[in-house]
């Protein structure tokens, strides 16, 4: 397909190591239950019914464009969509998350997992759709989850506070575990492609739980099969790698090979950037409680983190910033201080622009 021409998207220039014309952001869960819109559309209908209806994925997927001057959206989704999509029996109980009707715990159950070998036609349908309300300055990007994220899911038969299950089939059958990442790799890279094909601008891996992981663990059980992911995409769209609670395993994620690192709330982005096993564009990283706060603790946090990333770029240990979240936009937050926290983001370009011109 011939991709739109994004040469003036902020989020597109900052992801390739240049300057944009201003600091891009957008928000990890900025479509969601914070927006009123969002809880009027999906009243009724299950989360994952949802991510199959091409005309409410792309109505979700935009809403938080057009209400918080975004410089991106994200693909409205799941992490357990492909699997879904596939034929498993999984469904998102609220309040829990997503549960798995039968689990997978032995080197049976992982033979007759499912393949997702078919493009998935609602996506790219809601893909089309959302593209052409975008503008050529505001990017799409799509995401799929990390293979460590799903198999925990498939592993504990659902979310887990200790992974206990998981990792002790890593540890006592890491035969099977590696046949499990195996299966996985290809349904994550299909589902992937169909949003490529359909023309998303980048791509975000999510890694929700490679945080409970040592730096040892995420390198002989995970690491391999996040960078055979990212491969499948280099040099066709930017691509950005993002875990939960990781800051011990930057280094190492960093390897996978995407052009974008995000870093959660909990390590100063030029902390992070150094812990890079080369330099790479960052993302974040205001810790989403702050959203409730109030506006000049914002504007505080948004200098310091933007202070940092520049420190990172003078130091030569990272190309580029965009700016985002240290992770997903909390259900409760007001979609008013959202966007305000977007308006300080980019005021603040103009702010130093002007101080920098006066001087």
């Known amino acids: 397909m011939t991709r739109r021409d994004l040469t003036h998207a902020p989020l597109i220039e900052a992801a390739h190591g240049r300057t944009p014309a201003r600091t891009p952001v957008w928000f990890m869960r900025q479509a969601g239950r914070s927006l009123p819109e969002y809880r009027e559309v999906r009243e009724g209908i299950p989360m994952l019914d949802s991510c199959f209806m091409p005309d409410l994925l792309a109505e979700i997927t935009l809403q938080p464009v057009r209400r ?27 309040g829990k998350g997503p549960v798995m009707a039968q689990p997978i715990r032995t080197k049976r159950d992982v033979e007759e997992l499912p393949l997702l070998d078919a493009p998935v036609d609602e996506v790219a349908a809601g893909i089309e759709t959302i593209l052409a309300e975008l503008t050529d300055t505001q990017a799409l990007i799509g995401f ?33 575990w590696h046949a499990l990442m195996r299966r996985l790799v290809p349904t994550i890279t299909s ?33 391999p099969y996040s960078t055979e992911i990212l491969e499948t995409v280099a040099g ?7 875990g939960v609670a ?45 959203l409730f706060a109030g506006t000049d603790v914002v504007r505080s946090e948004v200098a310091r983190i933007k202070a940092e990333a520049k420190r990172a770029m003078e130091e030569g240990t990272a190309t580029g910033h ?25 005021e603040t370009d103009d702010t130093n622009e002007t101080d920098e011109t006066e001087a």
């Open 68 to 94: 918080h001057d975004v410089d991106a959206a994200i693909l409205f989704s799941d992490i357990v969509v492909p699997l879904k999509a596939a034929g498993v029996d999984v469904e998102i109980v609220p």
């Open 246 to 290: 990781t800051g011990e395993l930057l280094g190492a994620m960093s390897e996978a090979g995407s052009e974008v690192m995000g870093v959660d709330w909990r390590v100063p982005l030029d902390t992070a950037a150094r812990r890079f096993a080369s330099p790479r564009v960052l993302q974040g990283n205001l810790d989403p409680a702050l």
């Open 236 to 242: 066709e769209i930017p691509r950005i790698h993002f």
């Open 322 to 346: 965009i700016f985002n979240l240290g992770h997903g936009v909390l259900p409760t937050t007001d979609a008013d201080a959202v966007t305000e926290a977007v308006r300080i983001i980019h």
């Open 191 to 223: 589902f992937l492609r169909t949003q490529v094909e359909a023309g998303i601008d980048a791509m975000q891996l999510f890694d929700s739980w490679a945080g409970f992981l040592t730096e040892a663990d995420y390198r002989e059980h995970v690491l």
């Open 144 to 176: 799929v989850g990390a293979p460590f994220t799903l198999a925990s899911y498939l592993v504990e038969g659902g979310p887990s506070k200790n992974h206990e299950k998981t990792k002790a089939m890593m540890h006592a059958e890491p035969d099977t």
